[in-house]
């Protein structure tokens, strides 16, 4: 595949949508790709078993598929929903098309090709896939969807020009424009085009030659099949172009092209069974919508396992509870009961969930997991010696099981003794990580109370882990303290240790909040969703509603966590909801004795995180990993590059790119680190280059530059706070590579004047810290 000339430069794609979701993918700069095509009542039969070829060929791809359309039946829009769980239908302008010069304007089939057309008006994405309904798709798609700069499609050779065959078209941003559109309507218009398929001719006229050529194989023309030829083997894309389509009877010498089409013509009983026998990993959207009917009709435990385990791993897990209690689970069937077992743990009906995983440890290749979860359910519960008994036991079947070993290790823990009496404490709610947990969540607690004085032991706090069942007796105690902090980090997130009570982090049921009588306080915490994860919407809404009443203070540590509270929040509360910075970014003036180091060592850190890579990357890791390694090259010849992980997870980064790109790089194993240690190491290098939330602000913190690796909207609201936006860059960005050494390499230039910018940009958030300081002082009389 190669490229004929660079694409045109990129025009603004017009205002941006109101959908949080698109927001967000403009903070995190992750691609929003689409598929569509044209479709009506004619080419329906079609484009029916273009859409099921499509997830039988590619069944780990589930993008939104923009059905353009100039009216079709409520039956016929069934039928396509009922097809891709991602279906956005879209009106054509058929007007517009009217005063296309050339052609028949009667003719159905002219219009027909110039409303695809219309495609080039949608500006909802950054790469569009169209598809002709006369195809099916019998091969993989991956590298169209990696594509990211021009417009794509396979070559025609007419007069001795290779021109575009429009079946199938990559679309960048750069061409979803009204620019582009003005020059279609103007050659529509003009009638200065040859009449080969009239959306084909007007591209040519436009392009004149300028795209991206694509492998024959993604829109191989059933012309060149004539006698009845195999289809070849690596043909991706099979296009049925001419008048006769099969659904109409096709056309002879092509019967044995025509029989891969017959071949997704399924009834969709016979599809979703053909879709659920696919070997391999399936895309959750599409194992949920072919499954739940699938389990419906059937009645099959397996199935109903798998689409729980999908709805689990999405976060839904009222939706895996509810599929697997509409089918009869033997009692020896261990993983349908194990998987029950985390879906009702997770919305808090322990009994229930405790009685499915004492059926699952019967089996021994589920009894670890089983195990496992009955210890956190335990722990959850504050029974440390039942949570130990079943970790143990968990680690007698599989010595190697992680969960269990972790689980063990927090049952078997002894907290420190408390030294104050409880009304000279405070309470703090936070999340405590465990010894080789993640650096940035293993600093947190500290640093908050650090913020509200230098003794952050238990003489003046009373520890609530967030994660442990907020009973009546944690109710007692904490009203015997001075008043309850909670935070910080980004404790409004919903799939890290799930919980039906509050639908985040902290387990507190709404009648043991209500029951609270000191102040609480609410510091520095964040609205943590990924671009593309949804809350339980109600059940935190209500929980967050209430939380906000109580609260005495109300921070939150950036301002899109503060829009997207609000935007949940009833009017009457929103001015409750105030900016708190991380004190994480303000350390150099919270931990006594701080000073800057004489002198830092030659190095730039490099941090990269991987939990929920899906959400983080898209189809755009191997993009990120071969700009990551032209920039880790490019930096390497002036400073040495070091890997910092977080946690264990984030070595990753330093294998793949030893494995792909034959590049060393020393890991530093910061999960192993105290909490002086880790603020030490940020503290004398001269750069950090960050993905993870605290890779950024830690460093930052203790006065090191930093550029972030946007993946997530966090990265770029803090930025937006500090008013320095150049220190981020999307993991998506096409010039990932360039960019990133083009900003290192200015830092490392004039590093005293970036370190001076990053302790004035510090100094505006230690105001906010200390007028929020002086208001929680008179709040707790202190």
């Known amino acids: 595949m190669t490229t004929t000339a660079p694409a045109p430069a990129p025009v603004p794609a017009g205002a941006p949508a109101a959908d949080s979701r698109l927001t967000d993918s403009r903070l995190t700069g992750r691609r929003r790709i689409a598929f569509a095509a044209y479709v009506d009542e004619n080419y329906l039969p079609g484009f029916l078993t273009l859409l099921r070829s499509l997830a039988l060929s590619n069944p780990e791809v589930c993008e939104d598929f923009v059905v353009l359309h100039d009216g079709l039946r409520p039956g016929s829009v069934a039928r396509i929903r009922a097809l891709h769980p991602r279906i956005v239908l879209r009106r054509v302008d058929a007007a517009r098309y009217d005063t296309y010069r050339k052609g028949d304007q009667d003719n159905y089939l002219v219009r027909k090709a110039y409303f695809i057309l219309d495609v080039f008006r949608i500006r909802d994405y950054d790469t569009i896939v169209t598809l002709d309904t006369d195809m099916v798709v019998l091969g993989d798609l991956g590298e169209l969807l990696r594509l990211r700069e021009g417009l794509a499609a396979v070559p025609q050779f007419f007069h001795g020009r290779h021109k575009l065959n429009s079946g199938l078209l990559v679309i960048q941003r750069e061409y979803l424009t009204d620019a582009f559109c003005d020059r279609l309507d103007a050659t529509g218009r003009g009638g200065d085009y040859e009449l080969d398929k009239h959306d084909q001719g007007i591209l040519n006229a436009v392009l004149d030659g300028d795209f991206v050529r694509l492998d024959a194989r993604y829109n191989f023309v059933k012309r060149r099949l004539s006698g009845d030829l195999p289809v070849p083997e690596d043909t991706a894309v099979l296009h049925f172009t001419g008048r006769h389509k099969p659904w109409q009877g096709g056309e002879a010498g092509y019967a044995t092209a025509e029989e891969r089409w017959h071949a997704y013509d399924l009834t969709d009983a016979d599809f979703h069974a053909a879709f659920l026998a696919l070997p391999g990993a399936l895309h959750h959207d599409l194992l949920v919508h072919y499954g739940t009917p699938h389990v419906a009709r059937t009645g099959d435990v397996e199935t109903a396992r798998r689409v729980a385990a999908a709805h689990i791993a999405a976060g839904d897990y009222q939706d895996a509870v509810d599929i697997l209690s509409r089918v009869r689970i033997p009692p020896a069937a261990a993983w349908p009961h194990e998987v029950l077992g985390h879906a009702l743990m997770s919305v808090s009906r322990y009994e229930e969930a405790r009685a499915r995983l004492r059926l699952a440890t019967a089996a021994p290749n589920r009894a670890a997991t089983a195990h496992a979860r009955l210890a956190q359910i335990a722990w959850v519960h504050g029974d440390d010696a039942t949570a130990l008994r079943h970790a143990t036991a968990g680690l007698s079947v599989d010595p190697t099981h992680r969960p269990s070993r972790l689980w063990a290790e927090r049952a078997a823990a002894v907290p420190p003794p408390e030294e104050g009496s409880p009304e000279d404490q405070l309470a703090h709610v936070a999340f405590y990580m465990d010894r080789q947990g993640n650096a940035g969540d293993k600093l947190l607690p500290e640093s908050v109370r650090l913020a509200f004085g230098p003794d952050t032991g238990s003489r003046r706090w009373h520890s609530v882990h967030a994660h442990r069942l907020f009973d009546r007796g944690a109710v007692e105690r904490v009203n015997a303290r001075r008043g309850l902090v909670i935070g910080g980090g980004g404790l409004f997130i919903p799939d890290t240790m799930p919980n039906g009570n509050s639908a985040w982090q902290w387990n507190v049921p709404d009648e043991h909040l209500r029951a609270l009588d000191v102040p609480v306080m609410v510091y520095a915490v964040g609205f943590n969703a990924f671009d593309g994860q949804s809350y339980r919407a109600g059940r935190f809404r209500e929980s967050l509603r209430l939380l906000v009443e109580k609260?005495?203070?109300?921070?939150?540590?950036?301002?899109?966590?503060?829009?997207?509270?609000?935007?949940?929040?009833?009017?009457?509360?929103?001015?409750?909801?105030?900016?708190?910075?991380?004190?994480?970014?303000?350390?150099?003036?919270?931990?006594?004795?701080?000073?800057?180091?004489?002198?830092?060592?030659?190095?730039?850190?490099?941090?990269?995180?991987?939990?929920?890579?899906?959400?983080?990357?898209?189809?755009?890791?191997?993009?990120?990993?071969?700009?990551?390694?032209?920039?880790?090259?490019?930096?390497?010849?002036?400073?040495?590059?070091?890997?910092?992980?977080?946690?264990?997870?984030?070595?990753?980064?330093?294998?793949?790119?030893?494995?792909?790109?034959?590049?060393?790089?020393?890991?530093?194993?910061?999960?192993?680190?105290?909490?002086?240690?880790?603020?030490?190491?940020?503290?004398?290098?001269?750069?950090?280059?960050?993905?993870?939330?605290?890779?950024?602000?830690?460093?930052?913190?203790?006065?090191?530059?930093?550029?972030?690796?946007?993946?997530?909207?966090?990265?770029?609201?803090?930025?937006?706070?500090?008013?320095?936006?150049?220190?981020?860059?999307?993991?998506?960005?096409?010039?990932?590579?360039?960019?990133?050494?083009?900003?290192?390499?200015?830092?490392?230039?004039?590093h005293a004047a970036t370190v001076a910018d990053v302790h004035a940009r510090q100094r505006e958030l230690w105001k906010v810290t200390e007028e929020n300081a002086a208001e929680l002082g008179a709040l707790l009389g202190s």
């Open 551 to 750: 609260s005495a203070f109300f921070g939150l540590r950036n301002h899109g966590s503060i829009d997207k509270v609000r935007a949940l929040l009833p009017v009457r509360l929103h001015d409750r909801v105030r900016f708190q910075p991380c004190p994480t970014t303000v350390s150099r003036m919270l931990v006594p004795g701080w000073s800057d180091p004489a002198e830092r060592e030659d190095t730039v850190l490099l941090n990269a995180a991987y939990d929920r890579a899906g959400l983080r990357f898209g189809h755009d890791y191997g993009h990120f990993l071969a700009q990551i390694a032209e920039a880790v090259r490019n930096i390497g010849a002036h400073t040495e590059v070091r890997c910092a992980a977080h946690s264990l997870d984030d070595e990753r980064i330093a294998f793949d790119l030893r494995r792909e790109h034959g590049i060393s790089l020393p890991v530093i194993p910061m999960y192993d680190f105290g909490n002086d240690a880790i603020r030490d190491l940020y503290a004398r290098t001269r750069l950090v280059i960050g993905m993870r939330g605290h890779a950024g602000m830690i460093p930052f913190g203790v006065g090191t530059p930093i550029v972030s690796l946007i993946s997530h909207p966090k990265m770029a609201y803090f930025l937006a706070d500090i008013e320095r936006p150049e220190w981020g860059v999307s993991v998506h960005d096409r010039n990932l590579g360039a960019v990133l050494t083009e900003r290192a390499l200015a830092v490392l230039d004039d």
